[in-house]
């Protein structure tokens, strides 16, 4: 009887386990720039514009912060492949990872890299250290953090959680 019970339950167990998106980050943190989204009040469309010189921007990711704004260092929010390693005077350092399904992450104003273009890194490698960069300059250490397709950008903080399959819907 108590192997008939098992039998039951193995149909409800997932198969493998699909990862999900994590944060790129393992520390207490703060969302100091979020995603802009249309429907949002205009208090929180404020915190996702950003003025670089005489111009605004609409944030198509999210800037995260340690709450005591030091460096802190960058996870891999899933696991994939480095396809670029960028430096660029006004983002910093970009990190891009391609993933199953053609969805990349994107991790910008790194001040360090600790990753090779080619490399293979596993959900929670590091892959950088957090920075400051010219773009959001008035943001302390921070990582820029973009989920996005080939076609689409996607909300970090509505993905967290979910499997690509999921996002890609």
Known sequence: NNDNQNNQQVPNTPEPKKEVINLPLSDDFVVVRKYYEPEDSSE??????I??????????GVALSRKDEQDFQVL???SGEVVSIDENP???????IKHENELYTEYSS??????QTGAQVKQGDVIGVSGVCEYDSELSSHVYFKVMSSTKT?????VIGKTIKDVMK
């Open 44 to 49: 929180e469309q404020e915190l996702a514009v």
């Open 51 to 60: 003025q670089f010189g005489k111009r605004y921007y609409t944030s198509n």
């Open 76 to 78: 891999a929010a899933l």
């Open 90 to 96: 006004i983002y910093g350092i970009i990190v891009t």
């Open 110 to 115: 790194l001040s360090e890299a600790t990753v």
């Open 154 to 158: 996607y909300n970090p903080e509505e």
